[in-house]
């Protein structure tokens, strides 16, 4: 069981930043790759960014050149930088890891522009 705690959500002014973390509970270079995911009100969760165990990165169109994922292996975290938010970046972000078959959610956080 891999358990995974969100943080750094909050409101944020227009054009404004916050850096989103995910501590796991085990070693994220035990994992195939770490995402993030986030879920508006009234839509369906949707792919933001994901960090693969060999370091490459991908990102949807959305956000491309706005976010950027990364991790700390030495702390088990990965994080999500969110650059120039915008008002449809409102949601609540989840962290996802993929571990051979398995797949483990955070609990969320709330990101409000």
């Known amino acids: 069981q891999v358990q995974l705690v969100e943080s750094g959500g909050g409101l944020v002014q227009a054009g404004g930043s916050l850096r989103l973390s995910c501590g796991a509970s085990g070693s994220i270079l035990s994992f195939n790759a770490v995402a993030w995911y986030r879920q508006a009100p009234g839509k369906q969760r949707e792919f933001v960014a994901r960090?693969?165990?060999?370091?490459?990165?991908s990102y949807a169109d959305s956000v491309k050149d706005r976010f950027t994922i990364s991790r700390d292996n030495a702390k088990n975290t990965v994080y999500l930088q969110m650059n120039s938010l915008k008002p449809e970046d409102t949601a609540v972000y989840y962290c996802n890891v993929l571990r051979t078959v398995d797949n483990y959610w955070g609990q969320g956080t709330q990101v409000v522009r």
């Open positions: 960090i693969a165990i060999g370091g490459s990165t």
